[in-house]
């Protein structure tokens, strides 16, 4: 049996079992939260999902009463941390900390055995942030025209990194290269940890990243940074041009990072989630963490149904940029 068919069954099986609970939910969503909540993290420790998931997870607690767990669950691009979600019991205690990308990205990359934006709810977008275009220290050019000067006068050359192939760090390269007149190379990589290190080893030599993943490293001498797809200035580049500053407005991306939940949970759980993830937001050391350490903007504030149409919107975009270039998932 694959793992697929097996990812199936029992993803079938907890639709099922949430059908037979219906009944119950009007008791279990007066009664909530009465249990410790856990919020189901797609990446390792350490890394900034993990980190926002602890720092939000103990505003959460406070807000509800209850302990929140933070259980790591990564690999495979985030489906094993969404698909434990959706086998999970339907009664308000286990959600999933994600960032937009695996909804309106990560389908177009590998074949998926569900549809993400129909089978999981954002509840409330927690922090946002732009990409940002690095470069190994030894790249020609100071800021972003002399660089597009060396590029031009080198093209099929220079290349670039993506943490994945047909994510956005991967059609912004492409995007670049259009707008641009240049002819860059390029590179895939399974993740954004490697292709930095190939970055800053000069294997390659320009990447469209995280800010927050791009920081440390910047501050370290490590890497330049050219500019930012955010359409406003980070807090934690203030020098660093947005694209749209130079004239490149089609380069302006916005990721954040959200809450997520099943469509089928109880709306008032939903509800009470949702409210007390807005309040911890508001917690003035929460803010400064997430504006001074990571160089994220606060959520937007937007509805889950805001959030849904953004996803969708964004997909769409995505998938039409792929289909210009012939790109086939996985």
Known sequence: MTALFKFRRHWLAAAGVS????????????????????LIVPAPAGGGLDYAARVLG?????????????????????????????????????????????ASEIPHVVKMPFDPLSALRPLAE????????????????NDLNGFLAYAKGNKGKVNFASYSA?????????????????????IPYKGSPPALQDLMGGQVQVMFDASSNVLQHYKAGKLKVFATTSPQRL???????TFAELGYKDLTEVSWVGIWTTPDMAAP?????????????QDAKLRELFTGSMGWAMGSGATPEELSANLRAASD??????????????
């Open 19 to 38: 059908a037979l609970l219906l009944g119950a939910w009007p008791a279990m969503a007066q009664n909530w939260p009465d249990k410790p909540i856990r």
């Open 58 to 102: 103990e505003r959460i607690s406070a807000q509800l009463g209850q302990p929140v767990v933070i259980d790591n669950k990564p690999g495979a691009a985030g489906l094993i941390g969404a698909g434990d979600l959706l086998k999970s019991p339907r009664d308000g205690t286990s959600f999933m900390v994600n960032i937009n990308s695996f």
């Open 126 to 141: 927690v922090a946002r942030f732009g990409l940002v275009l690095a470069a190994n220290p030894q790249v020609p050019g």
């Open 166 to 186: 047909g994510t956005v760090s991967h059609t912004l390269g492409l995007e670049l290269n259009r707008l641009a007149d240049l002819d860059m190379v390029h």
């Open 235 to 241: 807090s934690t580049f203030p020098d660093v041009p």
């Open 269 to 281: 759980i939903q509800q009470k989630m949702r409210e007390a993830i807005l309040k911890a937001l």
């Open 317 to 330: 975009r995505q998938a039409a940029k792929l289909k210009a270039i012939g790109f086939k998932p996985e």
